[in-house]
């Protein structure tokens, strides 16, 4: 049974309706994530892009990446309504809006609800209905089983990656009108880059994760051999795979070196990692993580204009 108990909201900052009106637009980029949700763009333009044939219109991209945010704003939205008494324990979350009480509950509902729901309709009316499945799909799958998963098996990481990696498959079909091979390419060069990007995370956060209830595979291997090792296999299985587009003339010969390079960087860290398992690997491993995909993806974007 959940302990968390809604007591009500926090008085307002002192300074009026101007500084009110600040602190709130500020929580509610919190709620939805905002800088998450800027890397989905990130990937669903990638995919749109990768997808699109001839001069870009530029009012059906903005369709297109106006509904892929509101959706993934809703997906987070929801996450934080359900892992309130979780985020609560944790020092890396406990000062978000909803644990703090500078917003209700029912207000992070209402929040996730209208963007969720916006996003899916958005996208079915102004691209097509394939789009809008595939939203409806993120956020099902990432409030309704990853969300409650975390607090029952480590396979949580696996099932979280699934709608993480559905951004670029929403901006392909989007702009074909519905998902084919080439966009679950995309689809497993993003599963596959999730998996050492938070295994690293789930190291460097182990206690915090496991005192607030979390159940992540790096807090029960103090030795990082399982944690090491996945990341590992799972950076190997990345490097073959982004070869893929152009082994199959999906995009610029051009983009193979970039791709090679960014890899065996990437690999090279988490080598690093699950040799020795500290912190200070992790953080290198997180660091690689955060400079391959957008170089890997922008080179991929790129070559296929």
């Given at each position: 049974?959940s ?8 008085n307002?900052?002192?300074g ?7 602190r ?9 994530k ?7 763009l990130?990937?669903t333009?990638?995919g ?34 359900f ?10 979350t406990?000062?978000?809006p ?8 029912d ?9 969720g ?6 996208l ?9 499945l ?23 990481t ?40 938070f295994?690293?995370?789930s ?40 070869f893929?587009?152009a082994?199959l ?11 090679a390079?960014?890899g ?11 040799m020795?398992?500290?912190?200070q ?5 997180f660091?690689?993580?955060?400079v ?9 974007a790129?070559?296929?204009?």
């Amino acid at each position: 049974m959940s302990t968390f108990v809604e007591k009500p909201r926090l008085n307002p900052l002192p300074g009026g309706p101007v500084s009110y009106t600040r602190r709130w637009v500020a929580d509610v980029s919190e709620l939805c994530k905002v800088r998450i949700t800027l890397m989905v763009l990130v990937t669903t333009l990638v995919g749109f892009l990768f997808g699109w044939h001839g001069p870009v219109e530029l009012l059906y991209l903005f369709h297109t990446l106006g509904g892929t945010a509101l959706a993934a704003s809703g997906a987070a939205a929801l996450n934080q309504v359900f892992e309130v008494e979780l985020d609560a324990r944790m020092r890396r979350t406990r000062n978000r809006p909803l644990p703090r009480r500078r917003m209700t509950l029912d207000e992070g509902l209402i929040i996730g609800i209208i963007c969720g729901a916006g996003g899916i309709l958005w996208l079915s009316i102004a691209t097509n209905i394939y789009a809008g499945l595939l939203s409806a799909v993120t956020i099902g799958v990432y409030v309704f089983v990853y969300t409650p998963l975390k607090r029952v098996t480590t396979l949580n990481t696996l099932v979280g990656a699934i709608p993480g990696a559905l951004p670029p498959v929403i901006g392909w079909t989007a702009a074909r009108g519905e998902p084919s091979f080439e966009s679950w390419i995309l689809f497993a060069i993003l599963f596959l880059w999730q998996m050492p990007h938070f295994l690293s995370i789930s190291w460097l956060y182990r206690s915090d994760y496991k005192q607030a209830g979390f159940v992540m595979l790096a807090s029960f291997d103090p030795e990082c051999r399982v944690t090491g090792r996945q990341s590992l296999l799972y950076t190997m299985g990345l490097l073959a795979v982004s070869f893929l587009p152009a082994m199959l003339n999906l995009t610029s010969f051009w983009y193979l070196p970039v791709a090679a390079a960014m890899g065996c960087y990437f690999l090279w860290m988490s080598f690093r990692f699950a040799m020795v398992g500290t912190d200070q690997a992790a953080r290198r491993l997180f660091v690689a993580s955060i400079v391959y995909l957008p170089v890997t993806l922008g080179a991929l974007a790129l070559a296929r204009l």
